[in-house]
């Protein structure tokens, strides 16, 4: 049975990770249709938008949910692959069982952290045929509490966005250190202590008016058009891991070392697989470490930069990127979807560490649910 013709939707606003799975998927000949869902959170003053990503009963909500059962009524596709469909309600599901075969739903977030607002998504999460997650722990999660199918899927870096940037190009203000990522307690503290040990660190992100300190308190959302350039002008670019998300990796693992900066991240058995530490990049487990080797190589060059660039032949040596990954993971949501098993068998067709990454072991069968 084939699988050939897909309805994406997905929001593909600038520098979202949607865009490079979608062109993945284009990549590998699949005829794809686009619906960009990016609407349903736009439109609307910051207050009705608050509402909007937490209770799900805007009119934008709503309009977005017709306006993907009239897609799919147009388009008639054999899979309607849907990325983060935390505003899609259970009956529009139902209502697309009239015109598509399967159902396949992407996510890079914890689909149980409170924070994340799933609670709508966790309503229709039986309704689909294949989950995609790039959390380890929903991978185990998601079947035993909804007995349906699951793929772990890699992070990744867009190989179009997350790329070296010129000296010509950069017109920013070099920096010894960044971090671009959101406020979460643990965060606060890495900085804090960075900054008390005299190390110049510039931070951008969201959430920031939670912190502690009033100086982080003023930190900014970083426009995503700035996003590599500020990356490039980095000696050290710090990857800190989400807690509320539980993850192990995320996307700044990745396209961090694919522009071509120096990757300082927390110590995970996901980063100590991708990377040899003081090898490919540095890793550390407390706010000690994190000092000791930000110090350590803001003032050895020669060795940082050497690192980098061992980094970044790394990432393009073992296909990291989002187009990589989808093109794996595509090959084994058809097998699924086609034959209807509820496991996997881990083959030649699939290196090993792509089997680290999808949370399967080397040259075993796995129990999917």
């Known amino acids: 049975m084939s699988v050939d013709q897909v309805l994406y939707v997905g929001c593909l606003f600038p520098g979202s990770t949607c865009v490079p799975r979608l062109n993945g998927l284009r990549s590998l000949g699949i005829d794809v249709d686009v619906l960009d869902a990016t609407g349903w959170t736009t439109g609307a003053p910051r207050i009705i938008n608050s509402i909007g990503q937490r209770l799900y009963c805007t009119s934008a909500v709503r309009r977005m949910n017709e306006i993907l059962i009239a897609a799919a009524a147009r388009s008639k596709p ?21 015109y598509a075969r399967f159902f396949v739903h992407y996510n890079t977030d914890d689909v149980f952290a409170p924070r994340n607002w799933f609670w709508l998504h966790r309503a229709g999460i039986r309704l689909y045929d294949l ?42 203000e070099r920096s010894d250190v960044v971090f671009i990522g959101h406020w979460e307690p643990h965060t606060e503290r ?57 993850n192990e990796s995320t996307g700044r693992s990745f396209n ?18 991708f990377y040899r530490d003081g090898q490919d990049a540095a ?12 110090k350590l190589y803001l003032e050895d060059g020669e060795l940082r930069q050497s690192i980098a660039k061992n980094g970044q032949a790394r990432r393009h040596a073992m296909g990291m990127s989002e187009s990589d990954n989808i093109s794996r993971e595509w090959r084994l949501a058809v097998r699924i979807l086609s034959s209807g098993v509820m496991s996997i068998t881990q083959d030649d067709d699939f290196p090993f560490w792509t089997g680290f990454r999808l949370g399967l072991p080397w040259k075993k069968t796995v129990q999917g649910n």
Request: net charge positive; glycine share 4%; proline share 5%.
């Open 190 to 246: 890495y900085i804090s202590a960075l900054r008390k040990a005299g190390v110049s660190v510039r931070v951008w992100g969201y959430n920031w008016r939670k912190a502690k300190d009033p100086l982080l308190r003023a930190v900014k959302p970083l426009p995503n058009e700035d996003y590599a350039r500020t990356i490039s002008t980095a000696k050290i670019a710090l990857c800190f891991l989400s807690r509320w998300n539980r």
């Open 256 to 273: 961090i070392p694919a522009i071509g900066t120096f990757l300082l991240a927390e110590r995970t058995a996901e980063h100590e697989f």
């Open 78 to 98: 054999d899979v309607v692959w849907i990325e983060k469909g935390s505003w899609i309600y259970p009956s529009t599901l139902r209502r697309l069982r009239d």
């Open 131 to 172: 989950h995609l997650t790039t959390n380890r722990w929903n991978v185990l999660e998601i079947p035993k509490r909804y007995g349906v199918r699951v793929i772990r899927a890699g992070m990744g870096y867009d190989r179009d966005f997350h790329r070296p940037v010129s000296s010509d190009q950069q017109c920013l």
């Open 283 to 294: 890793l550390f487990s407390d706010e000690k470490e994190l000092v000791e080797k930000a």
